[in-house]
């Protein structure tokens, strides 16, 4: 099951999530679509945002709770990230 200690490791498409750049205080709300080896791809209400994992801070919404990641722990293919060894965040 998908919790705080193992989202890293897992599949981030469906979640719905809030980016905000980590040198300003914009939020982007929506769900992810799509990912990339260095960006996610979130449906928002006004269309289709792409962001680099390095520039944003994630808030991924879980069942009965929210998880803060940094992108740059996200940053890797999918089936990939799931072999990393992934220190504490």
Request: proline content about 2%; charged content about 30%.
């Amino acid at each position: 099951m998908i919790g705080h200690s193992n989202l890293v490791r897992h599949e981030l498409i469906g979640l719905k999530c809030e980016a905000c750049l980590k040198n300003n205080d914009m939020i982007i709300t929506g769900k992810i679509i799509d990912e990339t080896r260095n960006t996610l791809v979130m449906a928002t209400e006004t269309g289709k945002r792409t962001m680099i994992k390095d520039k944003y801070n994630f808030v991924f919404q879980l069942p009965g709770t929210r998880v803060k990641v940094d992108g740059t722990v996200l940053i890797g293919r999918p089936k990939e990230r799931v072999k990393k060894k992934i220190e504490k965040w």
